[in-house]
C-alpha cells in the first residue's frame, strides 16, 4: 500500500559526494520511520540510517560522520546524504519505511539504486 521510489545513485571517486532521495506514496509523518540499507553481493543487507517521526537519527558505526538522513515533510521525501565516499561504500541502496499499528509492524521497500565508488 505504500511505494517507495529511489534516485541519485551513480559512479563517484573516493572521497567524493552523492545525495540519495526517496520519495514515498504516502504522508511521511503517518508513518513511524524511515531508513537507508544497503546490500553488496555476497553479503547481507544491513541497516545504515534511520529517522524516526520524532526527527530521532540513528547511523551505523561505520557512515556516522560522513553520512546524513534527512527529510522532507512538505515532499515526502527522505534523503541520505554520503560525503567522503569510500570503496567498501559500493552496494545497492535501499529506502525503507515502517508503518505501525495496534496489530503489528509493517515494511515497504523501494526498488534499490546503485552506488559505485571506485577510481
Known amino acids: 500500500q505504500v511505494q517507495l521510489v529511489e534516485s541519485g545513485g551513480g559512479l563517484v571517486q573516493p572521497g567524493g559526494s552523492l545525495r540519495l532521495s526517496c520519495v514515498i506514496s504516502?504522508?511521511?509523518?503517518?508513518?513511524?520511520?524511515q531508513a537507508w540499507y544497503r546490500q553488496t553481493p555476497g553479503k547481507q543487507r544491513e541497516l545504515v540510517a534511520s529517522?524516526?517521526?520524532?526527527?530521532?537519527?540513528n547511523y551505523a558505526d561505520f557512515v556516522k560522520g560522513r553520512f546524513t538522513i534527512s527529510r522532507d515533510n512538505a515532499k515526502d521525501t527522505v534523503y541520505l546524504q554520503m560525503n567522503n565516499l569510500k570503496p567498501e561504500d559500493t552496494a545497492v541502496y535501499y529506502c525503507?519505511?515502517?508503518?505501525?499499528?495496534?496489530?503489528?509492524?509493517?515494511?515497504?521497500w523501494g526498488q534499490g539504486t546503485q552506488v559505485t565508488v571506485s577510481s
Open positions: 525503507n519505511a515502517v508503518d505501525r499499528d495496534l496489530e503489528g509492524e509493517y515494511d515497504y
Open positions: 504516502r504522508s511521511i509523518l503517518s508513518l513511524y520511520a
Open positions: 529517522i524516526t517521526r520524532g526527527a530521532s537519527r
